[in-house]
């Protein structure tokens, strides 16, 4: 896993190594189609999870997580420190399973059955899916042009009584970062209704140069007062089959509203745990290099596409390691990831996914190597060719 040099190996497997892995994103697909959909990158762990989930299973130690006492609050607190410039109050720390199981308890704890939770769309696709469960209303805000967002329509949404708002920046599917000036007006917004937000930021420690991300947290009161932050290790260290991830606030007012969920520390897995504290306390050189890899890639698309695909448009993210396609241009209907898939046995999201935004869209994942993110764009040219 290290190289002589002392760096790290970012080497990624052969297709039919790839198709090895269990997880959802290599498991799906026959095995000469090339996965380029679910966010997890092929690149190996990082040597220090890897070894202190080695030491867990050579201690048997797969039994329930403790309901307080893990080490996760402190290294998640050091790491926020170092990489994002975030002062984070430990004892404001709660552990859920995953980001979504947090964000639908916290609809359900903060607003009443009916009330509305507003996102931005296009939009990861388990917010339509999931957030349901809550027994919440659903309120779609389109981003404007590049992924701006709408400051008026939110407050017409705001105006009509929407109570939450599920707020991911960086944003999936565009990568986008969204400012300062932006995120202090949301705050502002929300806060003169009264209303919550949800700060989804599971993509924050993979901002990649060029940007800057201000947590939810260290906006301003405001942002504070009715803000809770949800992260985990799984984005930037790929351990999202592993169940646990982290709340978090900074106000009395957001203490108090997430003691009134049901404790969820049981179903948060001890591996999980473990990882994410191994990646938190020792995985910022790591982290360092993979950001690097991913903006490499990133200008490797945008030259891929210029020479193979260039009715293909996109504005290149900001964040993370998904490229938000705009395939309209080659006429292929609504989906342009069935062709896809069909003749050039490349799979990608479909756009749809994401909401009605996302017709003629496609998400590529490019957290893989340049020969696969290469072999990916010939696979889309040979496909409409
Ligand atoms: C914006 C966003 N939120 C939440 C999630 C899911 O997080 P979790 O697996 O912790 O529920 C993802 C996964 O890709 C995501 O992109």
């Not at 201690?59 to 403790?66: A, C, E, N, V």
């Not at 805000?141 to 599920?166: M, T």
């Amino acid at each position: 896993m290290y190289l002589s040099n002392g760096d790290f190996d970012l080497q990624v497997p052969g297709l039919a190594t790839l198709h090895q892995r269990r997880s959802e994103k290599w498991s799906g697909h026959e095995t000469d189609v090339l996965a380029s959909t679910v966010a997890e990158m092929d690149f190996p762990l990082a040597p220090d999870v890897v070894a202190a989930l080695h030491s867990a299973i050579d201690r048997h130690d797969l039994g329930y997580t403790p309901p307080t006492g893990t080490q996760l609050p402190a290294a998640f607190a050091g790491f926020a420190r170092r990489q994002l410039g975030w002062t984070v109050d430990q004892d404001q720390v709660t552990l859920v399973p995953d980001v979504m199981a947090g964000l639908i308890e916290l609809c359900r704890a903060l607003l009443a059955p009916g009330e509305e939770v507003a996102f931005f769309t296009p939009a990861y696709p388990p917010f339509f899916a999931e957030l349901p469960q809550a027994r919440v209303e659903l309120v779609l805000l389109p981003l404007g042009a590049a992924g701006v967002v709408d400051l008026e329509a939110l407050q017409a949404a705001l105006a009509g009584g929407v109570r939450a708002l599920v707020l991911a920046n960086p944003h999936n599917p565009t990568g986008r970062v969204i400012p300062l000036v932006e995120l202090e007006e949301i705050a502002d917004l929300c806060s003169s209704y009264g209303c919550w937000v949800l700060a989804d930021e599971i993509h924050a420690s993979l901002v990649l140069e060029g940007a800057t991300h201000t947590p939810w947290l260290e906006v301003s009161d405001a942002a504070r007062e009715r803000g809770v932050a949800l992260t985990s290790a799984s984005k930037a260290f790929n351990l999202a089959g592993l169940k646990a991830a982290l709340m978090i606030t900074a106000s009395d007012r957001a203490r108090e509203a997430v003691r009134e969920l049901p404790p969820l520390t049981d179903r948060v897995g001890i591996l999980g745990v473990i990882a994410a504290e191994a990646a938190f306390a020792h995985g910022d050189r790591w982290l360092d290099v993979v950001r690097a890899r991913l903006a490499g890639n990133r200008e490797l698309l945008g030259e891929l596409l210029a020479a193979e695909l260039s009715k293909i448009t996109w504005t290149p993210p900001q964040a993370s390691y998904l490229a938000w396609l705009d395939c309209r241009a080659l006429a292929l209907g609504d989906n342009p990831a069935e062709t896809f898939l069909a003749r050039g046995r490349i799979a990608v999201s479909p756009g749809l996914d994401y909401g009605r935004e996302g017709a003629g869209f496609v998400r590529l994942n490019f957290g893989t190597s340049p020969e696969h993110l290469t072999d990916a764009v010939r696979r889309v040219a040979r496909a409409i060719s």
